[in-house]
Antibody, heavy 118, light 109 residues
Framework: EVQLVESGGGLVQPGGSLRLSCAASGFTFSSYSMNWVRQAPGKGLEWVSYIRYGASSTIYYADSVKGRFTISRDNAKNSLYLQMNSLRAEDTAVYYC??????????WGQGTTVTVSS | QSALTQPPSASGSPGQSVTISCTGTSSDVGGYNYVSWYQQHPGKAPKLMIYEVSKRPSGVPDRFSGSKSGNTASLTVSGLQAEDEADYYCTSYAGSPWVFGGGTKLTVL
């Protein structure tokens, strides 16, 4: 079964850091580009970051997280990561990892919740 | 990149058809045939319903269809059913960043 499972969310103080993980199974992870997408409480979906398949040579970030978040992948471990530093209240959201196929996100994880609050 | 524009709400009675629009620019919707649509029920992850403007993934009912004209893409749900009540989001690959629409809440009356 094709599956993505996120982990690493939690409660963190403003200015703090968290590292999210996304474990992939059921497909050749290294062959697919991946996105992180988030959804603030009661709000719509917001694209966060993209990493290309293979050697991760192409990476993009939304302006709202650029310089604070770092996306990476370990193809040997079938895992995607999002290192989040200098967290702000407005980063509070459910974070989803999603597989990209034919320029669409065809597989999504169940999400992990990040709450930034003092 | 600005968000794509969707109506905040749409509604229809069971059996009717509803169309949800998604307006962008020539830099995203109009420039690429990479518009996709997602359905999200409360508390659940989004689900891909349409990709590359009008293609349906396996398992998505043919009641769901997509189209595009210029800078506006559309999702049509025919033969509305109660389980179609959900939030719907469009997105367009836009070269580097991805752009989402603000979402449309579809209510089945």
């Amino acid at each position: 079964e094709v599956q993505l499972v996120e982990s690493g969310g939690g409660l963190v103080q403003p200015g703090g850091s968290l590292r999210l993980s996304c474990a992939a199974s059921g497909f050749t992870f290294s062959s697919y580009s991946m996105n992180w997408v988030r959804q603030a409480p009661g709000k719509g979906l917001e694209w966060v970051s993209y990493i290309r398949y293979g050697a991760s040579s192409t990476i993009y970030y939304a302006d709202s997280v650029k310089g604070r978040f770092t996306i990476s992948r370990d193809n040997a471990k079938n895992s995607l990561y999002l290192q989040m530093n200098s967290l702000r209240a407005e980063d509070t959201a459910v974070y989803y990892c999603a597989r990209i196929n034919y320029y669409a996100m065809d597989v999504w994880g169940q999400g992990t919740t990040v709450t930034v609050s003092s | 990149q600005s968000a794509l524009t969707q109506p905040p709400s749409a509604s229809g009675s069971p059996g009717q058809s509803v169309t949800i629009s998604c307006t962008g620019t020539s830099s995203d919707v109009g420039g690429y045939n990479y518009v996709s649509w997602y359905q999200q029920h409360p508390g659940k992850a989004p689900k891909l319903m349409i990709y590359e403007v009008s293609k349906r993934p396996s398992g998505v009912p043919d009641r769901f269809s997509g189209s595009k004209s210029g800078n506006t893409a559309s999702l049509t749900v025919s033969g509305l059913q109660a389980e179609d009540e959900a939030d719907y989001y469009c997105t367009s690959y836009a070269g580097s960043p991805w752009v989402f629409g603000g979402g449309t809440k579809l209510t089945v009356l």
